[in-house]
Each structure stands twice: as C-alpha cells, then as structure tokens.
C-alpha cells in the first residue's frame, strides 16, 4: 500500500524535530505530488496512486533508473525512497515546466535533444520498454476490468498491429529511454534541461523519445525531419519514419492508459477528454495514407 504524506515525512530521519510545512502540487497524472519545505529547505515527493499495477508501473524500476539519471545531473538528487511503498522524496527545483508551446522553441528543442543524447549514452537501464507490448497489456487489462476501448479500436488494431511488428526490427540496439516525454516531465532552465518522472523509463528505440516529443509537440512533416537532424545530424527517410511510427503507437498507448486511469485514478484530471484527444490524433494518421508511407520508409536505410 502506498503511504501517506504524514506517513512519508515521519519516515526521513533528517527531517525529524524541524519545522516542516506541506503542500500539495497539481499537475500530476498519474502520481499524487507534494513540494516539503523543511526550515526553508524544499523537497519534492511522488506517491503512486491507487492500483499503479494496473499501468504497468514497475516502482523498483523506476528508482533504479532515477538514481542513475541523477547521478548524470538529468533528473532531481533523490533523497529517500520508498519502492515497495511506491513513494520517492527528492530534491525541489525551482523551475518552471514546459508547455506544448515551449517544446517548438529551438534553444527548448535544442537542450532536450542534449539531454536525451547524455540519456541515451548512459549506463542501461534496469528493464527494456516497448510500447507495442504495453499496448497489449493495456487491451488485456481494459478488458479484464470491464471497461471499453476506444471506439474504432477493432477497425485500426490491423494497423497498430503492422507498424508495431515493423518496429520491433529496431529493437536489437536499445538504449535508455524516458519513454515519458510529455511538456510537464520536462524542466526547462534556459542554459539545461532535467528530465522528471521515470515511470515509464526503460531501454528502447531512441526514436521512441523523439516520437514523443514529435506529437507532443504537434510536429509537422518538416519539423520532424528537423528533430531529427538535430538529434543524428542527418534526417533519413528511415529514421524520420520511425519517429513518426513510434509517434503513433505512443498516441495509442496513452489512450489506453487514461481508460484505465479514468476508472481507478482518484486525481482531478480529464482522463477521458484527455484519452479522446490522443486516440482521435492516432486515429487521424490511422486513417490517412502517412502509415504506409512511412512503413515503407522503414526499408530506406
């Protein structure tokens, strides 16, 4: 069971007997956040909400991973953990989080593919991620709870099906991933970056985080190859293919997880419009004739 914030404070040894004052951080989806100022002191602290397991979360993961990323200056020092609790206490930084916006800035652009380029090149990760493989547990997992999938999930999973057997084929050099890339697990300082929330993290296609940024962002065609020219200094018709593919498998998978969310979450979050959006944006490139080009963009080396 995870524990409580009181819970929490009274477990760190150097916060005992100071002044301490709590309180609670919005933003968060998946994890419930709290900023701990303990005589002037800020800390951040992380809990896993409620049947986390459901997700996919794997707690002991994602402080393996946590610690190495800190140990690189990536992500915040960690500074207590509480994995079979599902709790984390680090370092609080004061800086403000991206927005959709600030990821189509070019100095924002430019320090996250750094980031990623020390994140990539690091020590590996404790378990692989793949997507397509969290897809699928996320259709057993929403079925064996009752709930419904996405409408029109039948009509694309011929689909989703082809694009995630082509990208396995890229899954022979793996390298440490965030896997997480939305605007809110990104800290912007104007001179680096830090990479927050390794929930997801695992060893995968580098073209999965730039996939992420790429529709997080609303990349289009042109700003796609641009990312990945900055990231491998060139942008060839494989690679930008396989960003665009692993934009859509996360697109999917996000989808599926805020079903799942939308019944066992006890945040205040708009699961289901947030779900509709990610599934109607798959399902707009589903529908063109973009997947087919770019599965056979794959083939170009």
């Known amino acids: 069971m995870p524990l409580t914030i009181n819970e929490i404070v009274a477990r760190v040894p150097q916060w005992q007997g100071k002044e301490i004052d709590i309180e609670p951080l919005s933003g968060g989806t998946t994890n419930i956040n709290y900023k701990i100022i303990v005589s002037g002191?800020?800390?951040?602290?992380?809990?896993?909400?409620?049947?986390?397991?459901?997700?996919?979360?794997?707690?002991?993961?994602?402080?393996?991973?946590?610690?190495?990323?800190?140990?690189?200056?990536?992500?915040?020092?960690?500074?207590?953990?509480?994995?079979h609790?599902?709790?984390?206490?680090?370092?609080?930084?004061?800086?403000?989080?991206?927005?959709?916006?600030?990821?189509?800035?070019?100095?924002?652009?430019?320090?996250?593919?750094?980031?990623?380029?020390?994140?990539?090149?690091?020590a590996d990760?404790?378990?692989?991620?793949?997507?397509?493989?969290?897809?699928?547990?996320?259709?057993?997992?929403?079925?064996?709870?009752?709930?419904?999938?996405?409408?029109?999930?039948?009509?694309?999973?011929?689909?989703i099906l082809k694009i995630?057997?082509?990208?396995?084929?890229?899954?022979?050099?793996?390298v440490p991933c965030h896997n997480d890339l939305v605007p809110e697990n990104v800290m912007d300082t104007d001179n680096r970056v830090f990479l927050l929330d390794f929930d997801y993290s695992g060893n995968n296609d580098p073209c999965f985080d730039l996939g992420s940024i790429s529709v997080e962002a609303g990349y289009d065609d042109t700003q796609t190859r641009e990312l990945a020219k900055a990231y491998y200094g060139h942008a060839s018709e494989n690679v930008t293919a396989r960003i665009h593919l692993h934009?859509?498998?996360?697109?999917?998978?996000?989808?599926?997880?805020?079903?799942?969310?939308?019944?066992?979450?006890?945040?205040?979050?708009?699961?289901?419009?947030?779900?509709?959006?990610?599934?109607n944006r798959a399902g707009k490139k589903i529908d063109s004739d973009k997947p087919d080009k770019w599965l056979h963009g794959l083939l170009s080396k």
């Open 247 to 279: 934009g859509i498998l996360a697109d999917v998978g996000w989808s599926l997880w805020s079903v799942i969310q939308a019944e066992i979450s006890d945040i205040a979050f708009d699961f289901i419009k947030y779900g509709l959006m990610r599934w």
């Open 85 to 122: 609790q599902r709790a984390l206490v680090q370092e609080f930084l004061p800086f403000a989080l991206c927005s959709v916006e600030s990821l189509t800035d070019s100095g924002v652009q430019h320090r996250l593919v750094q980031a990623l380029k020390v994140l990539h090149y690091g």
């Open 164 to 174: 995630g057997d082509a990208l396995a084929a890229y899954r022979e050099n793996l």
């Open 125 to 159: 990760f404790r378990q692989d991620f793949d997507m397509f493989c969290l897809i699928k547990f996320y259709v057993v997992t929403i079925t064996e709870q009752g709930l419904a999938l996405p409408s029109e999930y039948a009509a694309y999973n011929e689909k």
């Open 41 to 83: 002191s800020s800390f951040f602290v992380s809990i896993s909400g409620h049947n986390s397991q459901l997700l996919g979360i794997d707690w002991h993961n994602k402080f393996y991973n946590t610690s190495l990323c800190a140990e690189q200056g990536l992500s915040p020092k960690i500074v207590k953990h509480f994995p």
